[in-house]
Each structure stands twice: as structure tokens, then as C-alpha cells.
């Protein structure tokens, strides 16, 4: 999921741009995995879109990269695997944060399972 996310983030940002990852806990127990991009971001009524399987969002600006469509529909489907969910934040032409949000119970369990 992460990897999908990262190769989103290269695959759209303009040379010279960035692209950082951050790993935290919220205050609520939930594990949450971010990928932050100064890339070509996508209007807010796309981002539904953006999740449909084999759907890509056209734009002048997106035309030069290849794909499937199939990227943040597996990562969003994984995630609810996982009991989390796929956030995505993201405005044309000011780059997109995707949230990987995996559940508190999830990072408990795990947590439990090590000092076992």
C-alpha cells in the first residue's frame, strides 16, 4: 500500500518537487501512514473517481504518466481489510496527502501480541 502511494507521489509531482512520508499515532490509538506531495493534486470532486477501480483522472497535466487505474482502489481495498480506511486530501496544482489509517484495535492487537 505504501509503495502504491509513493509511486503515485514521484510518478506526478514536477522535477523539483517533494514528496515525505510521516508514520504517527493520533491520540485516539489509530496508527496513520502519510504520503505528502507537491505534485499535480486532483479536484476535490475527483477523488471518489480517483478510487474506482481501472478510472484514471484526465487531465493535460496526467497524460505523460502511465497506469492501470487500478492503484488507490487496491489500496483503499486493502485498507478496509485491514478494518482502515484511505484518506486522500488533495487540490489542483497543490500536491495531495493520502493517509494510510489503520485502526486503534488493530495497533493494540498487535502491540498485545509482542509483549506476549
Request: hydrophobic share 45%; aromatic share 4%; charged share 20%.
Amino acid at each position: 500500500m505504501l509503495l502504491n502511494l509513493l509511486s503515485n507521489a514521484v510518478k506526478f509531482k514536477p522535477a523539483g518537487g517533494s514528496v515525505r512520508v510521516a508514520a504517527s499515532l493520533d491520540r485516539n490509538g489509530r496508527f496513520i501512514l502519510s504520503v505528502t506531495d507537491s505534485g499535480i493534486g486532483m479536484a476535490r470532486e475527483k477523488h471518489p473517481l480517483a478510487l474506482e477501480p481501472f478510472r484514471q483522472i484526465a487531465s493535460p497535466f496526467s497524460r505523460n504518466a502511465e497506469g492501470t487505474g487500478l492503484g488507490l482502489a487496491l489500496v483503499k481495498s486493502l485498507m478496509e481489510m485491514h478494518g482502515g480506511k484511505l484518506e486522500i486530501e488533495s487540490a489542483l496544482q497543490e500536491g495531495t496527502v493520502a493517509q494510510l489509517v489503520f485502526p486503534a484495535a488493530r495497533v493494540i492487537a498487535r502491540k498485545a501480541a509482542q509483549s506476549a
